[in-house]
Each structure stands twice: as structure tokens, then as C-alpha cells.
């Protein structure tokens, strides 16, 4: 984590110019997040509120062409898709298995459990974690 920097410090570069498009997803991506934390019992740092409303603000004021839009992967909404689809990474599936990450990672590069890469990591389906848990369990 980086340390707090004083308010009278001025960055070396105070804008970064991003599509509109983006930065709509941007917005709705930490509209997610603000969700997620709180669903859970948390909130968000006040400097992530802070950076939510200026780009608000920006955007307010931005008129676009539909048209040019970028895509930029939804990598939390993705997350939360297969999360709520029944599907694990590997550190849930080895808490489940009782062995590493690793050792997870290993089963699926081995096709011993059936597994979707996505984003760098494994992702396992709760029914395919279970067969193979009740197939280990049985020997």
C-alpha cells in the first residue's frame, strides 16, 4: 500500500485523458464495487468516493458519439458472473480439498479437474470440485 501523500503535493501528471466509454464502465465497475463492499459490511476508502465523483462530474459534462466506443474488460463483473455462476478459484478449491493452490493449479493443467482459464486463473465449477472431493474422499 502506498503511503498517504500530503494534499500539497501535486502529482507530475494531474489528468489522464480515458474515452468516455471507459470511463463509464470505470464508473460502473466502482458502482459495483461500492455494492459488493457493502453487501458486505464495509466502505469504500474516501479517496475511491472521491475519484467516483469527479469522474461523475466528468462525465456529466462530456457529450460523446455512441458510436466510438472502446472495450475494456469488465473484470469485476466478470469475477461476480462466475462467481455467482457456481463457479471457485483455486484457493477456495484447495480450502475444499484440503491441499495448496499449487496443487490445485496442478490437478487442472493435468485435466484431472475439469477447469475454465480465465484472466491468468483457474476457474472450477462447485460440481466438478465435488466429484472429484467425493472420488478422493472414497479412496
Known sequence: MM?????????????????????RELLDALARLE????????????HIHRIRADL???LA?????????TSVPDLLG?????HDAGLVDTATAAQRLGIT???VRDLCRRGRLPAVRRHGRYWITTDDLDALAAARASN
Open 3 to 23: 503511503p498517504a501523500r500530503p494534499e500539497s503535493v501535486q502529482p507530475l501528471i494531474a489528468t489522464i485523458a480515458v474515452p468516455a466509454p471507459v470511463a
Open 35 to 46: 455494492q459488493l463492499a457493502h453487501d458486505r459490511g464495509f466502505t469504500l476508502a474516501p
Open 56 to 58: 461523475a462530474a466528468a
Open 61 to 69: 459534462v462530456v457529450t460523446t458519439d455512441d458510436r466510438a466506443s
Open 78 to 82: 466478470d469475477l461476480l458472473f462466475r
Open 101 to 103: 493452490p499449487g496443487g
